[in-house]
């Protein structure tokens, strides 16, 4: 592992014996490291706030930032007294963030759905109630029995600007799907479908927090606000995490606006 330019060989090396069931299986998933596939892929699984996410070759690894998504969802259900909350894990890849609000909500109605047909595949493995994953592009998977019932909507959708791909490590550009990475030329593409559709699903006083880079982080506020969002850029140093929060005010209806 050390020859092959891994920075942790020993604690990755620790990790392959454990998983292996026999020295083939330790040869293949050593063979298919040090070609670059992503640790988590080779093991088949990644932690993710204390839990073992399953994760497939082909699909998107989570990252511990994405943890500060599940705190922040946790910390607004907590505030809103919510709980037998709804909650849908939009992009949701492996399912990991959904899992995560299961585990500490485990009353907590959660939702998923992914592009990808190997994604929404772990997903459902992952999740409490396989038969609440569905796959589609974004909300058009979610059944329209739940318009305006979210109260809270969990976003990793991707951000990178496609131009800005070449540059990633080699593990996810080759390794990870591009519709988990490619946000579209400045990479607001998806970050914007999502925001305009959002409160056609969120209950009043619903949340829609979203993944997003320093950089992009005013415009992706932005992109909230303009869907009539209340929203607020949050950011975690130790995580080296970025988002924006958003939340669905109840409109006064015209009658009570005239009286």
């Known amino acids: 592992m050390r ?24 040869g293949r ?13 080779v093991l088949g699984w990644a ?21 500060f998504l599940v705190e922040t969802a946790l910390a607004h259900l907590a505030g809103a007294g919510s709980t037998a909350p709804i909650v849908l894990d939009l992009c949701c890849g492996s399912g990991a963030a959904g899992a995560a609000v299961e585990d500490a909500l485990p009353d907590a109605a959660v939702f998923a759905t ?11 493995s992952n999740l409490a109630h396989p038969e609440r994953v569905f796959e589609g592009d974004l909300f058009d998977a979610v059944p329209t029995a739940l318009l305006g019932r979210f109260d809270v909507i969990l ?41 305009a559709a959002a409160t056609d699903w969120l209950r009043p006083g ?13 415009a992706t506020r932005e992109l909230l606000a303009e869907a009539g969002l209340e929203t607020r850029i949050r950011h975690s140093d130790d995580l ?15 009658s009570d606006s005239d009286s």
């Open 206 to 218: 619903g949340l829609l927090v979203i993944e997003t880079s320093v950089r992009q982080a005013e």
């Open 29 to 41: 998933m050593l063979s298919d490291r040090l070609a670059g596939s992503p640790l988590e892929q």
């Open 114 to 124: 992914d592009i990808e047909p190997a994604a929404t595949a772990c997903a459902r």
């Open 155 to 195: 976003a990793n959708a991707p951000y990178v600007p496609t131009d800005e791909i070449t540059f990633m490590p080699q593990e996810a550009r080759l390794h990870e799907p591009g519709s988990a990475l490619d946000g579209g030329v400045d990479g607001l593409r998806i970050q914007a479908r999502v925001a």
């Open 47 to 67: 932690e993710f706030r204390g839990l073992r996410i399953r994760v497939e070759p082909g699909v998107f690894v989570p990252r511990l930032r994405t943890t």
């Open 240 to 254: 080296d995490a970025t988002l924006v929060a958003g939340v669905h005010l109840e409109k006064l209806d015209q």
């Open 3 to 26: 020859a092959g330019g891994s920075v942790f060989a020993e604690d990755e090396a620790g990790l392959l014996r454990e998983a292996a069931a026999t020295g083939r299986d330790l």
